[in-house]
């Protein structure tokens, strides 16, 4: 079945740029998103690439798509504090309204 | 501001007992969904429902049913809580159009005694 993989950790200094990667096994992704959890608190869509974009900036948030390869990055330039938090890499196909998700990744900043 | 609301944000129930976790979504989505999550095991997809009255069986439905009588509305029901159903709940919503990307609810964390 469809899997979405993606490393538990990331520790990145305060100014620095995150990049947190994901790799995913569907083809047939049409949809692939970044998901923000803050502590104690559900899941906030941060962004979504569709899979015909190998790039799409949004602010501090850049997301990086290489379909050939099934890759996908999020990059937050100059990481903050309120950037703690754990992400989560998800895909969807065009033939369901079912999301799968990664098991996110605990970003944590040091001063 | 459109979103999901569950119900309560902490519950603490006795083993044995029948718990309902309510979900309502004002945004005339579709699809709904409860997931669990745990430390080290991530989301884990309950039930899901693409209408009203239609229900799904998710990845590890043992334990739980649903109920979707209204488009708005999804309960998830522990028939008899027991301590391993202890967990933060969390309720999702989508369109069917579009990107379909999921509105959260806040969560509830369930606490089985």
């Known amino acids: 079945g469809e899997d979405v993989e993606q490393s538990l950790f990331l520790s990145v200094r305060e100014g620095d740029s995150s990049v947190i990667n994901c790799t995913y096994t569907?083809?047939?992704?049409?949809?692939l998103y970044w998901y923000k959890q803050e502590p104690g608190a559900g899941l906030q869509l941060l962004t979504y690439?569709?899979?015909?974009?190998d790039m799409k900036q949004d602010q501090r948030l850049t997301v990086l798509l290489n379909k050939k390869d099934k890759h996908l990055s999020l990059r937050i330039a100059d990481t903050q504090t309120g950037d703690s938090a754990i992400y989560f890499c998800?895909?969807?196909?065009?033939?369901?309204?079912?999301?799968?998700f990664g098991s996110g990744t605990r970003l944590s900043i040091r001063p | 501001d459109v979103k999901v609301t569950q119900s309560s944000r902490y519950l603490v129930k006795r083993t044995g007992e029948k718990v309902f976790l309510e979900c309502v979504q004002d945004?005339?989505?579709?699809?709904m969904f409860w997931y669990r999550q745990d430390p080290g095991l991530g989301l884990r997809l309950i039930y899901f429902?693409?209408?009203?009255?239609?229900?799904e069986k998710g990845d590890i439905p043992e334990g739980y049913s649903v109920s979707r009588e209204k488009k708005e509305r999804f309960s998830l029901i522990l028939e008899s809580a027991s301590t391993n159903q202890t967990s933060m709940y969390l309720c999702?919503?989508?369109?069917?159009?579009?990107?379909?990307?999921?509105?959260f609810g806040s969560g509830t964390r369930l606490t089985v005694v």
């Open positions: 999702a919503s989508s369109l069917s159009t579009g990107h379909g990307g999921y509105t």
């Open positions: 569907d083809s047939s992704s049409t949809y």
């Open positions: 690439i569709f899979s015909n974009m």
């Open positions: 998800a895909e969807k196909d065009s033939s369901a309204s079912k999301i799968i």
């Open positions: 945004m005339d989505h579709e699809n």
């Open positions: 429902s693409y209408d009203v009255k239609m229900k």
